[in-house]
């Protein structure tokens, strides 16, 4: 009986976490900047293209107001992707079909990330998890020939 207690309580628990695509803003990314920064929401790119991650690299110009980070391929466009901005200072972004063939980037003078990480789920995706130093807003979006994507942050 005390068993079946605590399972309940684990399932309204688990149920009150997880993550309600309901609530969330869902936007399919672009191929040119908006200018308008969001800080929740879920985000997607539908490409049928095998890639690997070739570089990933940031930049942050004084007076610009936001701070840049860019992931490379080496395709002509970006492969499928989905991501998740959190309310718990962290960007999560799923690529599909694809490889990486750079090493864990380390984030030099970066004003708004604390540590970008890639981690393989199986064969065939690479999951990006962006942690912030604090609550930011992001404007998204990619650029080919080469495939790239763009990570305005502030």
């Not at 107001?65 to 998740?84: A, C």
């Not at 690479?126 to 992001?138: D, H, N, Q, R």
């Amino acid at each position: 009986m005390k068993l079946s207690f605590i399972f309940l309580g684990f399932l309204a628990v688990s149920s009150a976490l997880a993550q309600n695509l309901m609530d969330e803003r869902i936007w399919k990314v672009s191929p040119r900047k908006k200018s308008i920064f969001l800080d929740s929401g879920v985000f997607h790119m539908n490409s049928e293209v095998k890639s690997s991650i070739t570089g990933v690299r940031n930049s942050a110009l004084n007076g610009r107001g936001y701070e840049r980070v860019v992931i490379d391929f080496n395709t002509p466009i970006v492969p499928k992707l989905y991501g998740h901005i959190t309310a718990n200072r962290k960007l999560s972004v799923d690529f599909f079909d694809t490889s990486i063939q750079t090493a864990q980037p380390q984030m030099k003078n970066s004003k708004f990330v604390k540590a970008i990480d890639f981690i393989t789920v199986d064969g065939k995706t690479i999951t990006m998890e962006v942690a912030l130093k604090g609550k930011s807003s992001f404007d998204i979006f990619y650029l080919e020939n080469p495939g790239r994507l763009v990570i305005d942050i502030r």
